[in-house]
């Protein structure tokens, strides 16, 4: 086996925008190799119920993902379980050095590395990181039955996180640092009824408490941000759910980045500075943030694609 592999279009990332860029790309007979990172499928693969997918009124998002990869490989394109790390888009063909050990060039790329959770930078948190402190209940909400948690964050995802959580711990508090949330209202809805759940509002966490030994979460301190008044609130479990931010660590030094590290595109479409580098999903969008959203713009830059290589011949 060669350590080097040349492709017309190279895929980076699998969540909805790489799944459905392969779908496009293999159905114009472009071949494109799909590699998939290191959370195959995505941010979708950490949720539970999906509501909002066209033609699904309910799925779980692992098995949306498991259909979306077959898709992609009956279409056509060749999915590869590895991890890009490094990236040269300096010239062309574009050169990709995986974990693996290949290098994989291309003709034309095309960016779909999505999001990762948010952290709150504190240094407690990074101690219990793994030992009670997580960004993912649907992960390990099931290691907190018949205990009590706390999840920090006021959108979508903190109120996903704190209904899921509901199905394993006797209570949870959501502690969010403004006096009304920023999630969906059906969403809202949901958490006002849960009797398990309790909103402390106005405050912001500073501190992850616990023990030693064993390492373990017993709590978190919280301040009002009003006030300036501390609360320690008793947990098992601290649950970081504030949203998420691009993985642009990769063109990071080569592409035009804004909001805060989404990949900059030319509006109404997936080009970026570079001819032939294409941005799709959420390491683009950072106003709508959805599954559906995202596969719509892997299907833009699949076609973009296909334009640019097809202009060149």
């Known amino acids: 086996m060669s350590d080097t592999r040349h492709t017309r279009v190279l895929i980076i990332g699998s969540g909805p925008a790489g799944y459905t860029a392969a779908v496009y790309s293999a159905r114009a007979m472009l071949s494109p190799l799909l590699i998939q990172g290191l959370q195959p499928g995505g941010q979708l693969t950490i949720t539970t119920e999906v509501e909002n997918w066209p033609g699904e009124r309910e799925i779980q998002g692992p098995d949306l993902m498991v259909r979306m990869e077959e898709h992609a490989r009956a279409m056509g394109a060749e999915v590869i379980s590895d991890y890009i790390s490094s990236l040269d888009l300096s010239q062309r063909p574009f050169v990709a050095k995986a974990d693996s050990g290949m290098t994989y060039t291309a003709d034309a790329v095309i960016l779909a590395t999505g999001a990762q959770a948010r952290w709150l930078g504190l240094p407690s948190e990074e101690k219990f990181k793994g030992f009670g ?143 032939g580098v294409f941005a799709a999903g959420d390491l683009t969008d950072h106003v709508y943030r959805q599954a559906v959203t995202s596969a719509g713009m892997g299907c833009m830059a699949a076609l973009d694609a296909e334009r640019f290589l097809s202009g060149e011949e």
């Open 133 to 275: 402190v997580s960004a993912c209940a649907t992960c390990d909400g099931f290691f907190y039955r018949g205990k009590e948690v706390v999840v920090a964050g006021g959108g979508n995802s903190a109120v996903e996180e704190a209904l899921f959580l509901t199905n394993f711990a006797t209570k949870v508090t959501l502690i969010h640092r403004r006096d009304s949330l920023r999630a969906e209202k059906i969403l809202q809805q949901r958490l006002f009824k849960n009797p398990k759940i309790e909103i402390l509002w106005n405050h912001a966490i500073e501190e992850v408490l616990g023990t030693e030994a064993p390492l373990g979460v017993t709590g978190v301190r919280a301040k009002n941000v009003h006030t300036g008044e501390t609360v320690e609130v008793p947990c098992d479990g601290f649950f970081v759910a504030i949203g998420h931010e691009p993985a642009s660590e990769l063109v990071k030094d080569q592409l035009e980045l804004h909001n805060g590290g989404y990949v900059k595109v030319e509006p109404g479409t997936t080009r970026t500075a570079i001819p």
